[in-house]
T-cell receptor, first 111, second 117 residues
Framework: DQQVKQNSPSLSVQEGRISILNCDYTNSMFDYFLWYKKYPAEGPTFLISISSIKDKNEDGRFTVFLNKSAKHLSLHIVPSQPGDSAVYFCALQTGANNLFFGTGTRLTVIP | GAGVSQTPSNKVTEKGKYVELRCDPISGHTALYWYRQSLGQGPEFLIYFQGTGAADDSGLPNDRFFAVRPEGSVSTLKIQRTERGDSAVYLC???????????????FGAGSRLTVL
């Protein structure tokens, strides 16, 4: 039973444009929603998070939006840069510790 | 060290063999996690340690998998009688002591890629 879904396995965006990565979930019990970025041969690195009581959190070029009624999470990157090319995972936290990861979206930013 | 260190980075073994994967977390991080990432999938939770004890081992797929953290720092994931389906990247992560409730930001190692022939 896949609780967290990233339906787009890949996304290509022109440098300078906006990248929008999406994540859908089925369980309403998640407390925090996180995005991780992964480069080849490296572990995932934390990018940004949002609490379930908020609907938006911004950090520089990265903004995360949460729509609880639709059980939908998105990450906006603007402007996109070639160094943003990586696999992005959403990760949903229930309780204090456990994270459930999505399947990932590979973002390619074209110079 | 500054980050989470995992050894070996690559391990090739034959079906039925025993394998140990090691994780050295960030100094001072009391929480340690093991995840498994299969091809085309996201990381899947295996086990979580708080100090020396396994606080949650609900993700271990079967009794061939076992993990220890005897002194509350380095952890070893042990896989007995390996099967081809065990082939994956095994990721270790750590996080600092719970000073407050909030997003659980994990720092991951680069992973150990296990291939079972």
């Amino acid at each position: 039973d896949q609780q967290v879904k990233q339906n787009s396995p890949s996304l290509s965006v022109q440098e300078g444009r906006i990248s929008i990565l999406n994540c859908d979930y089925t369980n309403s019990m998640f407390d925090y929603f996180l995005w991780y970025k992964k480069y080849p041969a490296e572990g995932p690195t934390f990018l940004i998070s949002i609490s379930s009581i908020k609907d938006k959190n911004e950090d520089g070029r990265f903004t995360v939006f949460l729509n609880k009624s639709a059980k939908h999470l998105s990450l906006h990157i603007v402007p996109s840069q070639p160094g943003d090319s990586a696999v992005y995972f959403c990760a949903l936290q229930t309780g204090a510790n456990n994270l459930f990861f999505g399947t990932g979206t590979r973002l390619t930013v074209i110079p | 060290g500054a980050g989470v260190s995992q050894t070996p980075s690559n391990k090739v073994t034959e079906k039925g063999k025993y394998v140990e994967l090691r994780c050295d977390p960030i100094s001072g991080h009391t929480a340690l996690y093991w995840y498994r990432q299969s091809l085309g999938q996201g990381p899947e939770f295996l086990i979580y340690f708080q100090g020396t004890g396994a606080a949650d081992d609900s993700g271990l797929p079967n009794d061939r998998f076992f993990a220890v953290r005897p002194e509350g720092s380095v952890s070893t994931l042990k896989i007995q009688r390996t099967e081809r389906g065990d082939s994956a990247v095994y990721l270790c992560a750590s996080s600092p002591p719970d000073g407050y409730s909030g997003a659980n930001v994990l720092t991951f190692g680069a992973g150990s890629r296990l291939t079972v022939l």
